[in-house]
């Protein structure tokens, strides 16, 4: 606390992994003897520089760029780029810490590292989002590299933000380095099944957990909040899985359609228009839009926040436990906050912590770079299965950790323990580095 002060996402993410280690520090002590926790707690590189750029109508805008290199213990450091306007250390460093558990939980070769900047690309013109992902790739170029740093999207890096910072590390470094980011589009070097991949993979998850229970995504009524990449790949899978889907959301308020969200009306807004919430009502008459208040109010059986970090806090947790439900999974990062994870729990509803929940994303960026390495692309089928097999995977080692530490159907322990576990064993076998 004392030497990142005022960071308290970055606090936040680590007393929760930290909270669930007692028992694997109590079973192996080599663990505190060489100081593992310190030295993950410490990034390995942290990198802040000043991003100028010019606007459309010519001042000059400074913005402030991030890349956290937290952990090359598994592989090289892996993580998005988030470009939103709340964006300081203390979130890069949640986000980093987060990214080296999750990784490490997907049973592949990559580290931990995140970055981004407090740029706002909604409401930029194209040029001005090309001229700003430029001027942040020319300083960021210098540490990236696909056996170094590979980055890939976050909030408010998609697609277009990609291309920019392809196009410049391209030009400045005379490589077509195709594996130095993933996400990329399909047309140069980017892997079907990536931008579906992190909202399939939570309901994949969710899925799974329900299983445990002998129930499934079929006939549940699901709330999900966020209107991106991440929120409208998970309605498409849990539609086709075939849930009813009655909710989505942004920073402008919530949507309800009791009639069940219209994947097509809602891509339209929100890929083709980059319009609000509010202009998917005028398109559909069952919906309503409410400015205020929270999509937690809404009655659902599995509730999927996709949005962002803390934004479903206590109370929402009461709310939703009141109406029922049954089962939580986070395809955001720490969109709970810790009161309500605890709530949840105490109530023995299922919950599926994000390092777990939306490690699809991560996963198929690890296939993405496969794909890369060998100059092969792979079907929408194959790539799918493979994801799915990695979401099977990342739940039957998190529901086996959490009972063989005496906690069953505890994923939060599971997956902190068993991410903890792979990538603490490196850092030994790494030796004081
Ligand atoms: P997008 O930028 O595509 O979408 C973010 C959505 O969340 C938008 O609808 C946005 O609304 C809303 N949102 C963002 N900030 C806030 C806020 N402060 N209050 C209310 N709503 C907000 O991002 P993604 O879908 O990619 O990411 C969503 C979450 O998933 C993040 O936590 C991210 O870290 C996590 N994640 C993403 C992965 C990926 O592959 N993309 C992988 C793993 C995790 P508005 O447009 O109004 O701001």
């Given at each position: 606390?004392?030497?990142?002060?005022?960071?308290?996402?970055?606090?936040?993410?680590?007393?929760?992994?930290?909270?669930?280690?007692?028992?694997?520090?109590?079973?192996?002590?080599?663990?505190?003897?060489?100081?593992?926790?310190?030295?993950?707690?410490?990034?390995?590189?942290?990198?802040?520089?000043?991003?100028?750029?010019?606007?459309?109508?010519?001042?000059?805008?400074?913005?402030?760029?991030?890349?956290?290199?937290?952990?090359?213990?598994?592989?090289?450091?892996?993580?998005?780029?988030?470009?939103?306007?709340?964006?300081?250390?203390?979130?890069?460093?949640?986000?980093?810490?987060?990214?080296?558990?999750?990784?490490?939980?997907?049973?592949?070769?990559?580290?931990?590292?995140?970055?981004?900047?407090?740029?706002?690309?909604?409401?930029?013109?194209?040029?001005?989002?090309?001229?700003?992902?430029?001027?942040?790739?020319?300083?960021?170029?210098?540490?990236?590299g696909e056996y170094t740093d590979v980055p890939a999207g976050d909030i408010g890096?998609?697609?277009?933000?990609?291309?920019?910072?392809?196009?410049?590390?391209?030009?400045?470094?005379?490589?077509?380095?195709s594996g130095v980011l993933t996400g990329k589009g399909l047309t140069w070097g980017?892997?079907?099944?990536?931008?579906?991949?992190?909202?399939?993979?939570?309901?994949?998850?969710?899925?799974?957990?329900?299983?445990?229970?002998?129930?499934?995504?079929?006939?549940?009524?699901?709330?999900?909040?966020?209107?991106?990449?991440?929120?409208?790949?998970?309605?498409?899978?849990?539609?086709?899985?075939?849930?009813?889907?009655?909710?989505?959301?942004?920073?402008?308020?919530?949507?309800?359609?009791?009639?069940?969200?219209?994947?097509?009306?809602?891509?339209?807004?929100k890929e083709v228009r980059r319009g609000r919430a509010e202009d998917y009502v005028?398109?559909?008459?069952?919906?309503?839009?409410?400015?205020?208040?929270?999509?937690?109010?809404?009655?659902?059986?599995?509730?999927?926040?996709?949005?962002?970090?803390?934004?479903?806090?206590?109370?929402?947790?009461?709310?939703?436990?009141?109406?029922?439900?049954?089962?939580?999974?986070?395809?955001?990062?720490?969109?709970?906050?810790?009161?309500?994870?605890?709530?949840?729990?105490?109530?023995?509803?299922?919950?599926?912590?994000?390092?777990?929940?939306?490690?699809?994303?991560?996963?198929?960026?690890?296939?993405?770079?496969?794909?890369?390495?060998?100059?092969?692309?792979?079907?929408?089928?194959?790539?799918?299965?493979?994801?799915?097999?990695?979401?099977?995977?990342?739940?039957?080692?998190?529901?086996?950790?959490?009972?063989?530490?005496?906690?069953?159907?505890?994923?939060?322990?599971?997956?902190?323990?068993?991410?903890?576990?792979?990538?603490?064993?490196?850092?030994?076998?790494?030796?004081?580095?």
């Amino acid at each position: 606390l004392r030497r990142n002060p005022g960071e308290q996402e970055f606090h936040q993410a680590v007393r929760e992994v930290f909270d669930s280690l007692g028992p694997v520090l109590r079973k192996n002590p080599r663990y505190t003897e060489a100081a593992v926790l310190e030295r993950l707690c410490e990034p390995e590189r942290q990198i802040i520089f000043r991003v100028p750029w010019v606007d459309d109508a010519g001042r000059v805008q400074i913005n402030r760029g991030f890349r956290v290199e937290y952990s090359s213990a598994l592989g090289p450091y892996k993580g998005g780029l988030r470009f939103h306007p709340s964006v300081y250390l203390g979130i890069v460093k949640f986000l980093g810490f987060e990214q080296i558990f999750k990784n490490a939980l997907t049973g592949m070769p990559i580290g931990g590292g995140k970055g981004g900047s407090d740029f706002d690309p909604r409401g930029r013109s194209d040029g001005e989002v090309m001229r700003f992902c430029q001027s942040f790739m020319t300083e960021m170029y210098r540490h990236l590299g696909e056996y170094t740093d590979v980055p890939a999207g976050d909030i408010g890096v998609g697609a277009r933000e990609l291309g920019y910072l392809f196009g410049q590390y391209k030009r400045i470094t005379n490589r077509y380095e195709s594996g130095v980011l993933t996400g990329k589009g399909l047309t140069w070097g980017g892997s079907l099944v990536r931008t579906e991949a992190t909202g399939y993979g939570t309901v994949m998850f969710t899925e799974q957990m329900l299983l445990t229970r002998g129930l499934a995504m079929d006939g549940m009524r699901v709330s999900v909040s966020g209107a991106g990449n991440v929120a409208i790949h998970a309605v498409e899978k849990a539609q086709a899985l075939g849930a009813h889907v009655v909710t989505f959301s942004d920073s402008s308020g919530y949507v309800v359609d009791e009639g069940g969200v219209d994947l097509a009306v809602l891509r339209e807004v929100k890929e083709v228009r980059r319009g609000r919430a509010e202009d998917y009502v005028a398109l559909r008459p069952t919906a309503t839009f409410v400015a205020r208040g929270s999509v937690w109010d809404v009655p659902a059986d599995v509730a999927l926040p996709c949005a962002t970090q803390n934004e479903l806090s206590g109370d929402d947790a009461k709310t939703l436990l009141g109406n029922g439900v049954r089962a939580v999974a986070e395809g955001a990062n720490m969109p709970c906050t810790p009161d309500a994870v605890a709530l949840f729990q105490d109530a023995g509803v299922l919950f599926g912590p994000g390092k777990a929940a939306n490690a699809g994303g991560v996963a198929t960026s690890a296939l993405e770079m496969q794909q890369n390495a060998s100059r092969d692309s792979w079907t929408f089928e194959h790539t799918e299965e493979r994801l799915a097999e990695i979401m099977v995977g990342i739940h039957d080692r998190c529901a086996r950790t959490a009972e063989e530490y005496g906690s069953p159907g505890d994923y939060v322990l599971g997956a902190n323990i068993a991410g903890f576990q792979r990538v603490a064993d490196a850092v030994l076998a790494l030796g004081v580095i």
